[in-house]
């Protein structure tokens, strides 16, 4: 395998703490490069998609982005895909889900909900409070670029998502309550992990892609102990629960694929208590470019049943 590692404390800052800017996302489409002399130049917009801002309890406020599929739902309702970081990779999942149903493989018939920010930015600053717990003390050298960003805040976004968000969605929309699954990248990854680690039931399926499992010198391994210790004595916790984890061959810290292949090898004594646990290798994938590559992945695993 070959591993390239790009560790620059400017890399990690303009990422982690939201400063790319890689050109505008609007909230259903990509503003058009130029106009042209003849007409002036309109918005692209996603088909069978819409978005709502939405205070949470807590005080923030956030954008809630929806693709559904045309037509009836099914008996049961829709099964529901939750992904992190909705600016970004709403727009990556909409139309990936969309592209499948030009054949018939079921792959479209999901509802995808990303949760983002009021923002046409990418990345904002304010996923780094929402997806990390509460910085150790000294703050570990790797994060010190990003020490005047809040953090901490995982578990207020974790209630806003499942107290106020899927409520929402149940209202609005026909779905299937038991087959809501969870994807998140990076920092996401993270929280898509502890997530698990603290409410194994809440969803179907967990993917963590490409997490970030160094943050806070490994603090997410104590989550992963106390996961193991809960399941030891009630292993009626695990049972059902998938989790997939995503790593691209081509990370750009070592630590990421390393930390991410050892959690693999760990879980894998929890099958024992009904953890369905895998890894999947991206070969040729960077950070960022790994969760382009999930999208039929990401579908597969969430759709499947039981």
């Known amino acids: 395998m070959i591993l390239r590692r790009v560790s620059e404390a ?5 990422f982690f703490g939201g400063a790319v800017a890689l050109g505008g996302l609007t909230a259903l489409g990509f503003a058009p490069s130029a106009a042209s002399a003849q007409t002036a130049p309109s918005s692209v917009l996603l088909p069978n998609s819409e978005y709502w801002d939405m205070r949470a309890a807590h005080g923030r406020d956030y954008r809630i ?36 149903s030009v054949y018939e493989h079921g792959l479209h018939n999901i509802i995808i909900v990303g949760i983002g920010y009021p923002t046409d930015e990418m990345y904002d600053v304010r996923r ?29 976004f974790l209630r806003f998502l499942m107290e106020q968000v899927r409520p929402e969605i149940a209202r609005r929309y026909a779905i299937n309550a ?14 898509a992990l502890h997530t698990l680690y603290t409410h194994p039931r809440a969803f179907h399926a967990i993917i963590a892609a490409s997490a970030t ?16 210790a809960r399941l030891a004595r009630d292993p009626s916790l695990g049972r059902g629960a998938r989790l997939l984890l995503l790593i691209g061959e081509l990370e750009e810290d070592r630590v990421d694929v390393g ?9 894998e004594r929890l099958s024992a208590y009904g953890l369905r646990s895998s890894i999947q290798f991206y070969e040729g994938e960077t950070h960022m470019s790994v969760p382009i590559r999930s ?5 597969r695993l969430a759709l499947q049943w039981p």
């Open 65 to 100: 982005f929806v693709s559904r599929p045309a037509g009836d739902p099914p008996e049961g309702g829709w099964p529901v895909l939750y992904v992190l970081d909705g600016n970004a990779l709403f727009p990556i999942f909409a139309e990936g889900r969309r592209l499948q």
């Open 213 to 228: 499992i160094w943050w806070s010198d490994q603090a997410i391994v104590a989550d992963e102990a106390r996961f193991a």
């Open 10 to 14: 400017t890399s990690r800052r303009a």
């Open 128 to 156: 780094l409070a929402d997806l990390t717990g509460p910085n150790p003390s000294p703050l570990p050298p790797a994060q010190r670029p990003l020490a005047e960003y809040e953090a901490g805040q995982r578990d207020a």
């Open 259 to 267: 930390d991410n292949v050892a959690l693999a090898e760990r879980l």
């Open 295 to 299: 999208v039929t992945d990401t579908l």
């Open 178 to 191: 038991d087959r809501q699954s969870l994807y998140g990248h990076s920092l996401g990854g993270l929280f």
